[in-house]
């Protein structure tokens, strides 16, 4: 009966507007997790100063992401939702692990190579240790589960590398994470370029949803989305060769429920305008009350502000009992 809960962390940088391939790929899972686990959810804008950012657009997203996160399902009641800045294990750490994270295995991170090719001008000491300051995040609460979009699951495996090191030095201090992906929505590609990833940085609008997107102005994209010149027979699932429609099809199923099997039969016999519509409409109604709602949160900036102190507080609580342990293990004098 008194068994320990397991333990949950996930973050998204407030580098953006929180976009549909963030809900799909990982928040989804989030609430849905929020009642078995314990959930440490986070706004790591330590991560997004990795890329250069307008200091007042940076606070305005993080307090919209708060907002959104809560808009999204996540009781701050039963999460613990808070701002990375704000808990300085994170920095503390994450120092920590840079000397126990290897040149070389940093080299090896694909998002490191896609973010330096972006921002060639700008490749600097943190974009490059990046995973080892997310390693700090998931490893300072002990975290068993990371749920996360396709395109993290390398991260979280540098992750365990990191803490299977530590604890093969010091004893077990660290608990070994597994990443958490969905089998639908992993990974939502954008809708004008569908062989890249949809990404808050995109810089084509039309290519990427947003969670606080108008609802004309996602329908206008989806029915812009990138199909193939097929026309009969042409809602079919076959990823390889039809990547946008596939990537629709992910899209509708998340948004429905329904299976790709499903999704063929009901559009057999009907061309792409008629799909595209329906996709675009299914999207509207899933992100209709979250904007509402976020929408009303933000009016209340004392609340959000309540509950970030709260859960910065309860985190805090939390990640020193690791960094206890920790300072003692690599020799640190007691503070
Ligand atoms: P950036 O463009 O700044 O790199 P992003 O749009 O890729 O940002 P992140 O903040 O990196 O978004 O991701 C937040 C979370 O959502 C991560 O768990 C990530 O794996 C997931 N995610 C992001 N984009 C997608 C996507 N297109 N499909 C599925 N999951 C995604
Ligand atoms: N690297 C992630 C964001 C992130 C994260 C984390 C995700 C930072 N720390 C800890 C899960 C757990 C990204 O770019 N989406």
Request: include cysteine; glycine fraction near 6%; aromatic fraction near 10%.
């Amino acid at each position: 009966m008194d068994e320990k809960r397991k333990i949950i962390f996930s973050g998204i940088q407030p580098s953006g507007d929180l976009t549909l391939g963030s809900y799909m790929g990982a928040i989804r899972n989030w609430v849905e997790l929020s009642d078995s686990y314990d959930c440490y959810y986070c706004i790591v804008d330590m991560h997004a100063i990795t890329v250069r950012q307008d200091p007042a657009e940076l606070r305005r997203r993080a307090l919209s992401q708060l907002a959104q996160y809560i808009a999204c399902g996540l009781d701050p009641q039963k999460n613990t939702l808070f701002i990375q800045s704000h808990v300085p294990a994170h920095a503390q750490l994450g120092w920590i692990l840079d000397c126990y994270t290897m040149f070389g295995e940093l080299s090896r991170m694909t998002q490191f190579k896609d973010k330096s090719a972006k921002n060639a001008e700008n490749i600097n000491a943190g974009l490059f240790t990046y995973p080892s300051l997310m390693a700090a995040d998931i490893l300072l609460y002990q975290s068993d589960l990371v749920p996360v979009g396709e395109d993290q699951k390398q991260h979280v495996e540098l992750c365990r590398d990191i803490a299977q090191r530590f604890n093969g030095i010091y004893g077990d201090v660290f608990t070994l994470p597994e990443p958490f992906i969905p089998k639908t929505g992993a990974r939502i590609m954008s809708l004008t370029t569908p062989e890249n990833k949809m990404s808050k940085s995109d810089k084509d609008p039309g290519g990427c949803i947003y969670i606080m997107q108008k609802p004309e102005d996602i329908l206008r994209s989806f029915k812009r989305a990138k199909t193939d010149s097929d026309t009969e027979n042409c809602v079919r699932w076959a990823p390889a060769e039809k990547p946008g429609v596939a990537n629709l099809m992910q899209i509708y199923s998340c948004a429905t429920g329904l299976t790709m099997y499903e999704i063929e039969a009901e559009f057999a016999g009907k061309g792409y305008g008629d799909f595209k519509l329906k996709v675009g409409e299914s999207v509207v109604e899933l992100l209709r009350p979250i904007r509402e709602r976020a929408e009303d949160l933000m009016k209340n900036k004392d609340y959000l502000i309540s509950v970030y102190r709260d859960g910065a507080e309860r985190a805090a609580r939390a990640a020193s009992r690791t960094m206890r342990k920790v300072y003692k293990k690599v020799g640190f004098v007691e503070p």
